[in-house]
């Protein structure tokens, strides 16, 4: 049986810098999966939610299924 996650990320990023038709895999999300990385998770699928387009910043929020052999 493997162990699984699903987590939900929002983070902040300068404005324009993804657009929605563009892969999230596009983007360098590394950081934001180092914790589950080093308790052994991998990266399943990735699902994008919302973008928030302000005028200073845009936010990105996403779904994350993490699955662990």
């Known amino acids: 049986m493997q162990d699984q996650k699903i987590i ?5 990023t300068n ?3 993804w657009n929605v038709r563009a892969s999230l895999f ?3 999300l590394t950081n934001k999966f180092e914790p589950y990385f080093k ?3 991998s ?3 990735i699902t994008h939610l919302q ?5 200073d910043k845009q936010i990105i929020q996403i ?3 993490l699955d662990k052999r």
């Open 8 to 12: 939900s990320l929002g983070f902040e």
């Open 15 to 17: 404005p324009g810098s």
């Open 26 to 28: 596009d983007l360098d």
């Open 39 to 41: 308790e052994g998770y």
């Open 43 to 45: 990266v399943k699928s």
């Open 51 to 55: 973008t928030i387009d302000l005028p």
């Open 63 to 65: 779904v994350v299924h």
